[in-house]
């Protein structure tokens, strides 16, 4: 990180201050290298470096002023839509980088300095919006554009349900948590005792009581019912 000069595939000041923010964002925050991420004299670097930029400040509180900055200056590219933001690149970038990957830059920097959720969904949304047939075009955007749906789908709260079974017995509930997995058992034969089961018939003049089937402990079928026994488990 110290010197990527040292690679012959990357001699320009642009592309080592790119590799040493790539590693900088792969680690745990640090600000040894903040000082100058991309030189003494303000170099100037492509969008998507400027969101990663962004997205790394964020995470160091002395470079607090800075990160908010560059975040204004980012959120002003926004283009808002109906229901989803979208970036505008600068002419002078639209060469360079991809717009799926740098949507993806734009929901992570808004995840690191906690947006808001209206925010967060319709960055989430626009990132849906660039796909075609499914898929973002690449092995590369599809990379990034999963890489930050994850992030935004692990800072989600968990969600706490409740389910209700109705089955030959009492009904079986259960409370289950998104955040730790769940089972519960259902009751054992003793419980259910030896039941018979029979077809249910739409047809017959008495109506069904459940969609398929009617339990009767030890008792014949109904004359009504026309369909078939099976013993009891």
Not at 96 to 109: F, H, I, K, M, N
Not at 123 to 144: E, H, I, K, P
Not at 211 to 227: D, E, H, M, R, V
Request: proline share 12%.
């Amino acid at each position: 990180m110290a010197n990527p000069g040292r690679y012959k595939y990357c001699q320009a000041a642009l592309c080592q201050q790119q590799i040493r923010l790539g590693i900088l964002l792969a680690l745990p925050a640090r600000s040894d290298f903040a000082a100058r991420p991309f030189g003494p004299n303000g170099m100037p670097c492509p969008p998507l470096a400027q969101g990663q930029l962004a997205r790394h400040l964020s995470r160091l509180p002395p470079w607090q002023t800075e990160a908010q900055a560059l975040n204004q200056t980012l959120r002003q590219r926004l283009a808002p839509g109906s229901r989803s933001d979208l970036p505008n690149v600068p002419p002078a970038w639209q060469w360079l980088g991809d717009r799926t990957a740098l949507q993806a830059e734009y929901l992570r920097l808004a995840l690191t300095r906690n947006e808001s959720a209206d925010t967060l969904a319709r960055l989430v949304q626009g990132l849906l919006d660039l796909r075609q047939n499914g898929t973002w075009g690449s092995t590369y955007a599809n990379g990034a554009a999963w890489q930050a749906l994850g992030e935004y789908q692990a800072a989600q709260p968990p969600a706490n349900l409740t389910v209700t079974i109705q089955g030959l017995g009492p009904a079986l509930t259960a409370n289950l948590r998104g955040d730790r997995p769940s089972s519960k058992k259902f009751p054992d034969r003793g419980s259910l005792g030896d039941a018979q089961f029979y077809g249910c018939n739409p047809k017959a003049a008495a109506p069904c009581t459940t969609p398929w089937c009617i339990a009767t402990p030890q008792k014949p079928p109904p004359a009504a019912w026309k369909g078939y026994a099976l013993p009891a488990p």
